[in-house]
């Protein structure tokens, strides 16, 4: 069988080897799609993931998210900084379960935690730019899933900061309980006080919780669901957010969804 090429219906399994190399050889996809009852949208269902690359999930989702509070615009700028790097992180993983390939240094990127402080490492802006091009090169049908979901955030949901702290702090595996908690009170305080943080932490909460869902669904169900067959993607979704409401470094993720599920993916290069 040979790949359809079509990045919004693919039924094939993968096959399971080596982290990127065998991917790469994989005859089809890593999930399948239908359509969803809202317009031009589609409902995801994702493949059995290969062992290595679901060794990288826990790891793909943690972040050193800040444990204390500074309002100054360089810190809050900081703060926006991390958001970008540890969506794209997250964006990039997921192209690696849908495409099973990618660029071969893509998993050691994946491994380096984003941390405030690395903010200034002279590496960064080439790692990041890979992990974009990564990101930016997913179906549209999967990037419009995770944007729509940081809407549900942005819309005014009354629990949205408890939300987003508690997701975002379990996942970043804190070293202990007075860690989560400082970390889950920093990012509640600054949903309330920076509200021009709000879309770049969404993006980063809606893409983690993406990866989150595509590996459990993925563990329990090939290609079935006996509740009813609605996929990892919510049915109907939340209304994607104005582009006014996310950061600006989400400009070529929105432009990616644009261009609408008939556009071609921008593959990395597959060798260093």
Known sequence: MEPTGD????DGRGEPGGLVGEFSRSVLPGYRAEPSCDP???RVFPAPVPAELRALGSDVRAAGWP???AFRSSRTARLDALCRWQTLRALAYVHLLAARTGDERLPADLRVVPDPEAAGDPGLPELLERLEQAAAGLPADLLDAVVCDSGGLLAGHRFAASV????????SRPGDPDEAVSRAVVLTSYWYEVPGLRGALALAWSANLFV??????????????P?????????????????????AWAAPL?????QGPGAASR???TSS
């Not at 989150?212 to 669901?225: H, I, K, P």
């Not at 509740?227 to 950061?247: E, H, M, V």
């Not at 929105?254 to 644009?258: G, K, S, V, Y």
């Open 212 to 225: 989150r869902s595509w590996l459990g669904w993925s563990q329990r169900f090939v290609y079935g669901d």
């Open 267 to 269: 593959p990395g290069p």
């Open 254 to 258: 929105l432009d990616r969804i644009e």
């Open 7 to 10: 990045s919004t219906h693919h």
């Open 67 to 69: 444990v204390r509070l």
């Open 227 to 247: 509740a009813g067959g609605i996929g990892i993607t919510s049915d109907p979704r939340p209304p994607r957010p104005a582009a006014s409401a996310l950061p």
């Open 40 to 42: 031009g949208r589609s």
């Open 164 to 171: 987003l702290a508690a997701g975002l702090t379990a996942d």
